[in-house]
């Protein structure tokens, strides 16, 4: 079975200051790899996705996340958030052959002025 | 197309009641699933569908929750008897299955409160 840690349950980081948000996660076979953000009283929106290719990913706002397959990790990152990227992120993982999606707990990002 | 469509948004009930929500999934899409959302904690999975038919369901599922998917369009989820612990957000998701992984995409949710 598939899990997912993400090692921080809040980060606060000063606005225009780099973030990265961590992810481990825990399989026995290959996985895809997701992030997705929930902003405050919106549903989950995807940020990116890893399938396969290019360990570093690219997503919407400005984020990205890089695939280590030795660390099992897929840890996300901005050079410089904004105020409004105030919001709970969570990541994914999703067995090949398995499509379901398992969540990890998320990370609440918040932005300080 | 607008997205993954869930009602009502917000549920109140007494406990012991029954409830039942209602998602319909991005019209071309063949997958749907529901998660249980609870504050802090990320979205846990329940079961899904491919088509009418239902793969998998979770432990979390206990015998008084069930999922239908008629013709493999809509889907309910209904809570027979329902107790405080079933307070939640309870989330619905669709997706095209296409054998290189699976982009869900989301609905805002129902929000149960057993009172």
């Known amino acids: 079975a598939q899990s997912v840690t993400q090692l921080d349950s809040q980060v606060p980081v000063f606005e225009e200051a780099p973030v990265e948000l961590r992810c481990n996660y825990s399989s026995s076979v290959s996985v895809y790899l997701f992030w997705y953000v929930q902003y405050p009283n919106q549903g989950l929106q995807l940020l990116l996705k890893y399938l396969s290719g290019s360990t570093l990913v690219k997503g919407i706002n400005g984020f990205e996340a890089e695939f280590n397959k030795s660390q099992t990790s897929f840890h996300l990152r901005k050079p410089s958030v904004h105020i409004s990227d105030t919001a709970e992120y969570f990541c994914?993982?999703?067995?090949?052959?398995?499509?379901?999606?398992?969540f990890g707990k998320g990370t609440r990002l918040h932005i300080l002025p | 197309d607008t997205g993954v469509s869930q009602d009502p948004r917000h549920k109140i009930t007494k406990r012991g009641q029954n409830v039942t929500f209602r998602c319909d999934p991005i019209s071309e899409h063949n997958r749907l699933y529901w998660y249980r959302q609870t504050l802090g904690q990320g979205p846990e999975f329940l079961t899904y569908f491919q088509n009418e038919a239902q793969l998998e369901k979770s432990r979390l599922l206990s015998d008084r929750f069930s999922a239908e998917r008629p013709k493999g369009s809509f889907s309910t989820l209904e809570i027979q008897r329902t107790e405080q612990g079933d307070s939640a957000m309870y989330l619905c998701a669709s997706s095209l299955e296409r054998g290189t992984g699976t982009e869900a995409f989301f609905g805002q949710g129902t929000r149960l409160t057993v009172v």
């Open positions: 994914a993982v999703s067995a090949y052959g398995d499509d379901k999606i398992i």
